[in-house]
């Protein structure tokens, strides 16, 4: 490990505008003070001239960039990159080892009766759930809504149908091991919980209080917040496997083209048009916030704001773009 500072940093302006870089030399970045840097409160439309010390023939080039952090180690900086570009996720998974080991006759025996407390519990869960359901009421503007039997009546049905189908593996089905056992309860718990949450998702759009409005709204932060969009928007930013994805499809649903082709998400001066002010986006943008961090344990507010910045940056590029063909056309017509 080199005890030289190095830095991740993100190119703006010129042919490699939006692209990063891995390991520049902090002492190459002009005035960049290492005492105030934080990674997690730099704004993120600040930038820093680097220069380019490649070559023993000065002068040396100078480019614009942002710095997204710094540090001595090189393989920290490229795993914080492939992070920042979502190839892999920000935590290290458990790892789980198992023995695989012959089991003794005790161990079989002791298996069976695991699995007959697991039947139990599980119908003992499904029972709780039900209960739950009964308990559970959904109120917007003080009007409480009850769940139909009819549902009820529909889970414990198909409750019972999985139970007899658990029976019959449990019962036919030839000694596995323990690896394949535990992937195969793994499975069923995903299951169970992709079914709970599309019931639960399902209920709360089809029974909210009014459901002229509600059923085509879905509420954006916390609650109560006032900002709601329509569920096609919602949904179709849900797709989205990254919270900054995620929180550029929200941002152009909340606000007019024209807003966002004049703002930055936290305001302050045009780094590439200095004379161009930027308005920071309304209190709405706090709703997206909020909303992303909910989602994704793996939210950054500067990565965020680097994000939603770009993507402003390029519909600026677009809309001139377009401006000067237009232009073009109008004058080829006169």
């Given at each position: 490990?080199?005890?030289e500072l190095?830095?991740?940093?993100?190119?703006i302006?010129?042919k490699d505008?939006g692209q990063f870089t891995?390991?520049?030399p902090?002492?190459?970045i002009?005035?960049f003070?290492?005492?105030v840097?934080?990674p997690e409160?730099e704004d993120s439309d600040t930038s820093?001239v680097?220069e380019w010390?490649?070559?023993?023939?000065?002068p040396w080039?100078?480019f614009?960039?942002?710095v997204?952090?710094i540090?001595?180690?090189l393989?920290f900086?490229?795993?914080?990159l492939?992070?920042l570009?979502?190839?892999?996720?920000?935590?290290?998974?458990v790892?789980v080892?198992?023995s695989?080991?012959?089991?003794?006759?005790n161990?079989?025996?002791t298996?069976?009766?695991?699995?007959?407390?697991?039947?139990?519990?599980?119908k003992?869960?499904?029972?709780?759930k039900v209960?739950e359901i009964?308990?559970r009421?959904?109120?917007k503007?003080?009007k409480?809504i009850?769940i139909?039997?009819?549902?009820?009546?529909?889970?414990?049905?198909?409750d019972?149908l999985?139970d007899?189908?658990?029976?019959?593996?449990?019962?036919?089905?030839?000694?596995?091991?323990?690896?394949?056992?535990?992937?195969?309860?793994?499975r069923?718990?995903?299951t169970?919980k992709?079914?709970?949450?599309?019931?639960?998702?399902?209920y709360a759009?089809?029974?909210?209080g009014?459901?002229?409005?509600?059923?085509?709204?879905q509420?954006?932060?916390?609650?109560g917040?006032?900002?709601?969009?329509?569920?096609?928007?919602w949904n179709?930013?849900?797709q989205?496997?990254t919270?900054?994805s995620?929180g550029?499809s929200l941002?152009?649903v909340?606000f007019p083209t024209e807003?966002?082709?004049?703002?930055?998400l936290?305001?302050?001066?045009?780094k590439?048009d200095k004379n161009a002010p930027?308005?920071a986006?309304?209190?709405?943008?706090?709703t997206?916030?909020?909303?992303?961090k909910?989602r994704?344990?793996d939210y950054?507010k500067?990565?965020?704001?680097?994000?939603i910045n770009?993507?402003?940056?390029d519909?600026?590029?677009?809309?001139a773009?377009?401006?000067e063909?237009?232009?073009?056309e109008n004058n080829?017509?006169q």
């Amino acid at each position: 490990m080199s005890d030289e500072l190095l830095a991740l940093v993100k190119w703006i302006g010129g042919k490699d505008d939006g692209q990063f870089t891995v390991g520049i030399p902090v002492m190459w970045i002009k005035d960049f003070d290492l005492n105030v840097f934080d990674p997690e409160s730099e704004d993120s439309d600040t930038s820093y001239v680097v220069e380019w010390r490649v070559g023993k023939k000065k002068p040396w080039l100078y480019f614009d960039a942002q710095v997204i952090v710094i540090s001595k180690n090189l393989e920290f900086l490229n795993r914080e990159l492939r992070v920042l570009e979502g190839q892999i996720s920000p935590y290290k998974p458990v790892q789980v080892s198992y023995s695989k080991k012959s089991k003794s006759s005790n161990d079989t025996s002791t298996e069976s009766e695991s699995k007959k407390k697991r039947l139990s519990s599980e119908k003992s869960s499904k029972n709780g759930k039900v209960n739950e359901i009964l308990k559970r009421k959904c109120s917007k503007n003080h009007k409480s809504i009850e769940i139909d039997e009819e549902e009820i009546k529909e889970t414990e049905n198909n409750d019972d149908l999985e139970d007899s189908e658990s029976e019959r593996d449990e019962d036919g089905a030839e000694e596995v091991s323990p690896s394949d056992l535990l992937k195969k309860m793994y499975r069923e718990i995903q299951t169970m919980k992709a079914a709970q949450a599309d019931f639960i998702q399902n209920y709360a759009q089809n029974h909210r209080g009014n459901a002229e409005d509600n059923n085509t709204q879905q509420e954006l932060g916390k609650a109560g917040s006032g900002v709601s969009i329509s569920i096609e928007s919602w949904n179709a930013a849900v797709q989205k496997h990254t919270y900054q994805s995620m929180g550029s499809s929200l941002i152009q649903v909340l606000f007019p083209t024209e807003v966002l082709l004049e703002s930055n998400l936290r305001g302050n001066k045009s780094k590439i048009d200095k004379n161009a002010p930027r308005p920071a986006l309304d209190q709405n943008k706090v709703t997206v916030e909020e909303t992303l961090k909910s989602r994704f344990p793996d939210y950054k507010k500067s990565y965020f704001g680097s994000t939603i910045n770009n993507m402003l940056n390029d519909l600026r590029k677009k809309n001139a773009h377009i401006a000067e063909e237009n232009n073009e056309e109008n004058n080829e017509d006169q």
